[in-house]
């Protein structure tokens, strides 16, 4: 997967530019807060439908303005494929070549991009939230039935509170069954494919973390929920948990069982990263994760994916610069930093500085 062109129209500080990308080593450059990270997240939000860094997409809108437009021309094995997204202040269009998309999972996935900045030491230091956020987005460019039955099961789940909330004790516990046959049924379709997905990830991100540390240390992942069995088993145990829960739902107000509460257990070492490792040691698990995730996107795609890494080399030391500079040979990447020239150790690249929202000579 390539991206040719990318054109930003009044998206967060850019009024237009238009990126022409090579397919290997893109370095965005320039002074902090002009702008570089602005354009890695138009090219993740293309890919994925989503920011990592705001709720709200109306943020992403120029200040005074009222509309925002990403576009860009992606090329990959399959051919060519033009992707837009028009952002206003309480909606979006979404256009694949052209036409116009109804639902956001019939755009994720058409191009695929990991990303990879200094948050996302989230993933290691924080609550399991960001640990099911990154499942999720990743798992949903790779699978589109995923992404539907991850959809639905969130709709189910805010009606199935909803309903836990009513002062009707009676109609509620009639009631729920109905809603707990459709909640576990896609449930258990998210549970069977994260299991999955989390025993690729482990065994890519236990490899590419040896390599980084010269085997100095020991990355294991596994989930802190076990589903066994097919997902018609996984099915019938979670109907048995939840109905098994209706009091202490009740009394809490919320559904406390499903993949909506799962989380990733990351050791190092054998021991709980998320308690036990230094800064450093969280961010080489991290980018662990990362590059991972670009392995198995090329397994399943036989292309790999776009790598973003935002800011990334000023938080690592110079072996593990060169070292990772050595593993992204593959693909494209697009990396942004503020001193191009400290990064690059001889590395063939296109450099794009940015100044103030602009692309400049």
């Known amino acids: 997967m390539v991206i040719k062109k990318l054109t930003l129209e009044n998206f967060?500080?850019?009024?237009?530019?238009?990126?022409?990308?090579?397919?290997?080593?893109?370095i965005l450059t320039g002074k902090n807060a002009q702008g570089k990270t602005n354009c890695a997240e138009a090219v993740f939000y293309l890919c994925t439908g989503s920011s990592l860094r705001i709720r709200h997409d109306r943020q992403l809108i120029r200040s005074g303005e009222s509309c925002a437009r990403i576009g860009a021309e992606a090329e990959s094995r399959y051919g060519t494929v033009l992707l837009e997204?028009?952002?206003?202040?309480?909606?979006?269009?979404?256009?694949?070549?052209?036409?116009?998309v109804a639902r956001a999972v019939d755009f994720v996935g058409n191009m695929r991009s990991v990303f990879f900045s200094p948050?996302?030491?989230?993933?290691?230091?924080?609550?399991p939230d960001e640990r099911r956020r990154f499942l999720n987005i990743s798992i949903s460019q790779t699978s589109r039935d995923y992404a539907s039955a991850l959809l639905r099961y969130n709709r189910i789940l805010d009606q199935?509170?909803?309903?836990?909330?009513?002062?009707?004790?009676?109609?509620?516990?009639?009631?729920?069954?109905?809603?707990?046959e459709q909640f576990a049924r896609y449930a258990a379709r998210i549970a069977a494919k994260r299991r999955e997905y989390l025993a690729e990830l482990g065994t890519y991100a236990?490899?590419?973390?040896?390599?980084?540390?010269?085997?100095g240390e020991q990355l294991s992942l596994a989930p802190d929920h076990d589903y066994r069995g097919s997902e018609e088993e996984i099915a019938e145990r979670l109907k048995k948990e939840l109905a098994r829960n209706y009091e202490r739902d009740l009394r809490l107000g919320?559904?406390?069982?499903?993949?909506?509460?799962?989380?990733?257990?990351?050791?190092?070492?054998?021991?709980?990263?998320r308690g036990f490792c230094s800064q450093g040691q969280a961010r080489t698990a991290a980018l662990s994760l990362k590059l991972a995730e670009v392995e198995i996107f090329t397994r399943l795609s036989g292309e790999p994916p776009v790598l973003i890494?935002?800011?990334?080399?000023?938080?690592?030391?110079?072996?593990?610069r060169k070292k990772l500079l050595s593993r992204i040979?593959?693909?494209?990447?697009?990396?942004?930093?503020?001193?191009?020239?400290?990064?690059?150790?001889?590395?063939?690249?296109?450099?794009?500085?940015?100044?103030?929202?602009?692309?400049?000579?």
């Open 119 to 127: 948050g996302e030491l989230r993933l290691i230091q924080d609550g």
């Open 329 to 361: 040979g593959g693909g494209q990447c697009i990396l942004t930093c503020t001193h191009a020239e400290r990064v690059l150790y001889g590395a063939d690249s296109k450099k794009i500085r940015i100044h103030g929202g602009r692309i400049v000579p």
């Open 160 to 180: 199935r509170n909803n309903l836990l909330k009513e002062r009707d004790v009676q109609m509620v516990l009639e009631t729920l069954p109905v809603w707990d």
């Open 12 to 26: 967060r500080n850019y009024r237009r530019e238009t990126f022409e990308f090579d397919r290997g080593l893109n």
């Open 254 to 273: 919320f559904t406390s069982v499903g993949p909506h509460r799962d989380d990733i257990k990351i050791s190092l070492d054998g021991a709980d990263a």
């Open 206 to 215: 236990a490899q590419t973390h040896a390599a980084l540390t010269d085997g």
């Open 309 to 320: 890494l935002d800011d990334v080399m000023s938080e690592l030391d110079l072996p593990r």
């Open 85 to 100: 997204a028009l952002i206003f202040e309480n909606r979006r269009e979404l256009r694949v070549n052209g036409n116009r």
